[in-house]
């Protein structure tokens, strides 16, 4: 009886094994996807938002904006800098293949969100966003929560409402550069 306990033991936890590695193989394949999407997409919004406003050269423009005010100048100037050693490190690492990349390429999603949608939030994003800033601030933080463990691969570290809210503001913000691009 004993040898047919440790059997049935053994058999639970390889049962239990295989549903957590279909859950994080779900995770990484569905959730990772949505984050993908929704990154990739706001960055897009974000880029047609500035060269809407600043012109094609946003990268100039877009900080002088800013001159004015100094906590915000300093700020933008610290993010340009190391956007554009990100991409000099990229163009060294990966040659022509990286030249059709922008500056915002080279952005996490908080700093997306930092220095340009937040930052920019009455002027330039409000109307498009739609709900509060304060909602898109959770946002963030809830992306910093889960990319990161995604990314590396550490999902055991999530619990699933938290990877269920993320989804649903990835949908969220999908629908947002969807419906801003339509126009």
Known sequence: NTKNLKNRKSVNWDMKDARFKEKEENIEIETWSLIRQAEKGLRELVLSVLKKKFGGNWEHNYPKKYESIPAKKKRL???????????????????NLSLNLTLLDQT???QLFDYFILFSWEDLFKSIF??????????????????????????????????????????????????????
């Open 108 to 110: 996490y999603i908080h």
């Open 130 to 183: 739609k709900k509060e800033k304060k909602y898109w601030n959770k946002v963030k933080l809830a992306f910093e929560n889960v990319r990161n463990p995604i990314a590396h691969h550490k999902t055991e570290l999530l619990l699933e409402s938290e990877i269920k809210e993320v989804e649903e503001y990835c949908r969220d913000i999908i629908a947002t550069v969807e419906n801003y691009l339509a126009k």
């Open 77 to 95: 100037h610290d993010i340009f800098d190391m956007l554009i050693n990100a991409q000099k490190r990229d163009f060294n690492q990966y040659g």
